[in-house]
């Protein structure tokens, strides 16, 4: 078999171990990653004829998976209802409280907060693309989709010092950026 040619009916003797270890370590819960890995195998088989070669099989479902185990983050997230962001106000009341503690259940909200409610949500977006990418990304894994450390130093190589450092770096970018789109 090429290197960049996809034999379905040996991935999961191939690669079952690998994915599964791979997601163990970000979701810590065994049914889950189970669960992760099974749908990653079912949408590469769904999608394989959009495999272009350009990556070998394993590269190619590791994509994939990625793609499931944030799909499985943002499912957790509006489960709960909100994102946790945590944003460095310099209001002497609010000083350190979570995003998702200040914004009101949406059943609680007329169409003025809802309009609102969306604005602020666009602006974060747009304040996220100010980031380098690699902060971006690394900020959205740990703060909003809430990644363990250790996962997120292991996927870009970094330690965890490192890791705190972009991240408050973007969180102060983040908090100059809505104080000048956002707080008027």
């Not at 100010?130 to 990644?147: G, Q, V």
């Not at 190589?157 to 100059?176: D, E, F, Q």
């Amino acid at each position: 078999m090429s290197e960049n040619k996809l034999n379905p009916d040996k991935w999961v003797k191939r690669y079952a171990n690998y994915l599964y270890n791979y997601t163990i370590v970000r979701v810590n819960e065994h049914e889950v990653a189970q669960d992760i890995v099974s749908e990653t195998f079912l949408a590469a088989l769904r999608s394989k004829d959009n495999f272009k070669g350009n990556s070998t099989e394993r590269t190619w479902l590791v994509a994939i998976l990625k793609h499931k185990i944030i799909d499985y983050y943002r499912r957790k997230n509006s489960i709960k209802g909100s994102a946790e962001i945590q944003v460095d106000w310099h209001d002497e009341e609010q000083e350190g409280k979570w995003l998702e503690e200040r914004v009101e259940d949406d059943r609680n909200m007329n169409i003025d907060d809802l309009i609102e409610n969306e604005e602020l949500g666009s602006t974060i977006l747009k304040c996220l693309d100010t980031l380098d990418e690699k902060h971006a990304e690394i900020f959205r894994l740990r703060t909003i989709e809430n990644y363990e450390t250790e996962a997120i130093c292991n996927e870009f190589g970094i330690t965890p010092s490192n890791l705190w450092v972009i991240i408050h770096r973007a969180r102060k970018a983040m908090v100059n950026c809505l104080e000048k789109n956002w707080i008027k």
